[in-house]
């Protein structure tokens, strides 16, 4: 089981990115996926689920509004769009199904102007 994360940067507050997850060694399509990330000096936190089919998606509150999370099973990939992001939002982000599995080396995401 992998997740390799990538699509991080330095952006500036209010900007965007898109970061991105592949998954190999399952059956990626019978899993619900998460996002997560940890800032410096914190605990890992929970940011973004979707479920196995795609169908619900759940969203930590301080990224609401703001997060979407996709996924395409036909790649074995998850996606995190972020928008209006924030300098709180720096942080390294990891995917992973909750279940099973071990950290990825993360992407890391700097707002900052």
């Known amino acids: 089981v992998r997740f390799v994360e990538f699509g991080g940067g330095l952006v500036q507050p209010g900007g965007s990115l898109r970061l991105s997850c592949a998954a190999s060694?399952?059956?990626?399509?019978?899993?619900?996926i998460n996002w997560y990330r940890q800032a410096p000096g914190k605990e890992r936190e929970l940011v973004a689920g979707?479920?196995?089919?795609?169908?619900?998606?759940n969203y930590a509150d301080s990224v609401k509004g703001r997060f979407t999370i996709a996924r395409d099973n036909a790649k074995n990939m998850v996606y995190l769009q972020m928008n209006s992001l924030k300098p709180e939002d720096t942080a390294v982000y990891y995917c992973?199904?909750?279940?099973?599995?071990?950290w990825g080396q993360g992407t890391q995401v700097t707002v900052s102007s």
């Open positions: 992973k199904v909750p279940q099973f599995g071990s």
């Open positions: 060694g399952f059956t990626f399509s019978n899993y619900a």
């Open positions: 979707i479920t196995s089919g795609g169908g619900r998606t």
